[in-house]
């Protein structure tokens, strides 16, 4: 065997590499036609790897193979950070669901509204997890989230004949009883610190004393005259309503009057109002709670000297709860937790605004309380 020191060339003697070339100089017929085991081998390679590019110095995968790089990646991260950013700002959102607030919400949701009142209760609604009011959700957090929507929440009972007044007539009264409330109440410009004409249009011009005095109280209002009592307002240049429902519950009743052709109908509600700041851009909600047991009398027009559809207002008693103590000009003054107020501290021990199973008593004295919801 020759010695090869080209590791490329064939592994032949000197001698037969010599007369192979030879040959093929010469065109010799009887030069190899058969390709080497060396030539088949890069032939089968070849072959083997048709169809594909070969890897170069900067070659990637071919065209119709590369992915486009990181779609998916980039549209999780920016989710991801689009969620921890919400989170940042909006931490409820998982809190709220780690402590079941959220399916709590759902299921107040879906329990629908609670049925009239028709009598006293017993006790006061459940106590529910501390939840915060939202412009969207004003009533978030509170047993008012089942109660009737403004004047719906005002039920008329079925009207009956009583002390020689008859069934007609006790009806009106009760209509008329139900639009006063309305109107001292509920209506938008009464809310919105305006004088409550058509209210006082309604009390019985023999009642004198008691017009006075309410139309003294809106003109000059006072610790010893303050219009609240019996009407419900607020400066528009300072809150306004969140949305345009205020929550009602309570009940009407009818009773005998002090004389034969009289009638009085007794009204026990309570009024929610969620509140918000009227500055720009202010979303905190703050919700103030009033309640008002008002006496009304009618008389049949036939047996005394009145007229026709005109109410006597009678002895009243209201409780206000989350409006600043000790100011009396007539408006409504929620707490909001970004204005601080300066007025004395509240004491006493809390009591609940939503409780309705105990009639309202006059304080021996003026006083600033506190209340265990809102």
């Keep these: ?116 009142e028709t009598e006293r209760p017993t006790a006061p609604p459940p106590s529910l997890d501390p ?68 209210a006082l249009q309604m009390i019985d011009p023999g009642q004198r004393e008691m017009v006075d005095r309410l139309e003294g109280a809106l003109a000059r209002p006072g610790r010893d005259a303050d219009p609240l009592q019996v009407f419900t307002r607020a400066d528009p240049a300072q809150v306004r309503l969140a949305g345009d429902v205020v929550k009602v519950r309570g009940r009407m009743t009818v009773e005998p009057g002090a004389s034969p052709g009289q009638i009085d109908v007794m009204t026990d509600y309570t009024f929610v109002y969620p509140l918000v700041q009227a500055k720009s851009g202010a979303e905190e909600v703050s919700r103030t709670i009033v309640r008002r047991q008002m006496e009304f009398t009618f008389a049949d027009p036939r047996k005394w000297r009145v007229e026709a559809g005109m109410m006597q207002v009678g002895p009243y008693q209201y ?13 409504l003054h929620p707490m909001f937790q970004d204005a601080p107020t300066d007025g004395p501290e509240p004491t006493g021990p809390p009591r609940d605004p939503y409780d309705r199973s105990q009639a309202l008593e006059q304080p021996e004295k003026e006083g600033c309380g506190t209340v265990s919801r809102t």
């Excluded at 032949?12 to 190899?32: H, I, K, L, T, Y």
């Excluded at 950070?81 to 940042?88: C, H, Q, R, S, T």
């Excluded at 409780?319 to 408006?331: K, L, M, T, W």
Aim: glycine share 10%.
């Design 1 to 116: 065997m020759g010695k090869n020191d080209h590791h490329d060339r064939p592994g032949v003697s000197d001698e037969e590499w010599a007369r192979f070339m030879e040959q093929a100089a010469q065109g010799a017929g009887d030069a190899p036609k058969e390709p080497s085991a060396r030539a088949r081998m890069v032939t089968a390679r070849l072959r083997s790897t048709q169809g594909q590019e070969p890897p170069g110095w900067r070659t990637g995968p071919a065209p119709r193979q590369r992915r486009r790089p990181g779609r998916l990646g980039a549209v999780l991260a920016v989710l991801g950070i689009a969620g921890l950013a919400l989170i940042a700002v909006r931490p409820e959102l998982v809190i709220d669901r780690l402590t079941g607030k959220t399916a709590a919400r759902e299921e107040a949701a879906k329990a629908g509204p609670l049925a009239p």
């Design 131 to 198: 939840d915060r009011p939202t412009l969207k959700e004003p009533f978030r957090g509170s047993p008012a989230l089942q109660w009737a929507d403004g004047a719906a929440g005002i039920e008329i009972p079925e009207a009956t004949a009583v002390n020689g007044v008859s069934r007609e007539l006790v009806a009106q009264g009760l209509e008329r009883t139900k639009q006063f409330l309305v109107l001292a109440n509920l209506d938008p410009a009464t809310l919105r610190g305006e004088r409550p004409t058509a």
């Design 319 to 331: 409780d206000i709860a989350n409006s600043e103590c000790f100011v009396h000009d007539g408006y």
